[in-house]
Every structure is written in structure tokens, then in C-alpha cells.
């Protein structure tokens, strides 16, 4: 096995969202020092956005992240079966068998996404299982030869 969705990647999902939610405190307690005028409002609203996007970020993340577990947990992922082909140097797309998978635009943002896209052009032309849900790899195992 080397992709798993079922272990957090609590750095992806969880780390960002601390960061900004340490900027929304710390603007607060900037916006604490003025008296009065356009920054102290600017410097609300900016942190009000900063923890919406925050709380966004993780819950969201937490949720896709939960949502592929769940998938794998009952046996409604997507699963094929076949040859991995990486057809360029990047790891943007990849082919297991006769379905081919590319990265979305949006595959940083962990609200949308299960887990994070994985490097696999190290396995091109090995044996692999692919277990997905709607581009989302929940877990890929490649037969290495050892």
C-alpha cells in the first residue's frame, strides 16, 4: 500500500487552518491597540474573514476527509485494477488500467478534497488497485516486486 486515505493528514488539513486563525487573533490584537477609525474596521473585518475561512478550511477538510473514509469503510469507493502509467514527468494525471485520473484545480484545498493527490511516478508501469471517488484517490496499492 502507498496511499492511504484513512490517516489525517493533519498537517494539510489542520495546519493552515491554526495558521490562520492565529493571523485573525493576532489582528484583533492589533485592532485592541487602535482607538478609532477605517484600520480598527478594516482590521475586523479582516480577521472575521480570516476565521471564517479558517473554520472553512479545517471543518471542511475534516468533513471531505471523513466522506472517503466512510467510502473506503463500506465498500462504495470506485475501485479498478491494472497497469499505472504516469504519461509525462508530472504527477498531474495518471492511468490505472482503463480509467484515467487528473489532478483538479482546486487539489490544495482540502475542504474539497479527501486527501492530497499522490506522487506515483515512481510506480509507472507497476501492477496497481486503485480505490477513488470522483478523481479523490482513497487508496492506491502497487505491486513494487518485493
Known amino acids: 500500500m502507498v496511499w492511504d486515505v484513512r490517516a489525517l493528514d493533519v498537517p494539510w488539513v489542520v495546519g493552515p487552518g491554526l495558521a490562520a486563525l492565529a493571523v485573525a487573533v493576532a489582528l484583533l490584537q492589533v485592532r485592541r491597540r487602535l482607538t ?6 478594516r482590521l475586523l473585518a479582516a480577521a472575521v474573514v480570516l476565521f471564517l475561512a479558517a473554520v472553512w478550511w479545517t471543518a471542511g477538510g475534516l468533513g471531505a476527509w471523513r466522506a472517503g ?3 473506503l469503510r463500506n465498500g462504495t469507493a470506485d475501485f479498478v ?3 499505472l502509467q504516469v504519461p509525462d514527468a508530472s504527477d498531474e494525471a495518471f492511468s490505472v488500467g482503463p480509467l484515467s485520473l487528473r489532478r483538479a484545480q482546486d487539489a490544495v484545498l482540502p475542504a474539497r478534497h479527501a486527501c492530497r493527490w499522490p506522487a506515483v511516478r515512481r510506480f509507472s508501469g507497476s501492477r496497481a488497485r486503485l480505490w477513488f471517488f470522483q478523481g479523490d ?8 516486486g518485493g
Open 81 to 83: 485494477e491494472g497497469t
Open 69 to 71: 473514509v466512510e467510502r
Open 137 to 144: 484517490v482513497l487508496r492506491l496499492e502497487v505491486d513494487t
Open 36 to 41: 478609532a477609525g477605517r484600520a480598527r474596521t
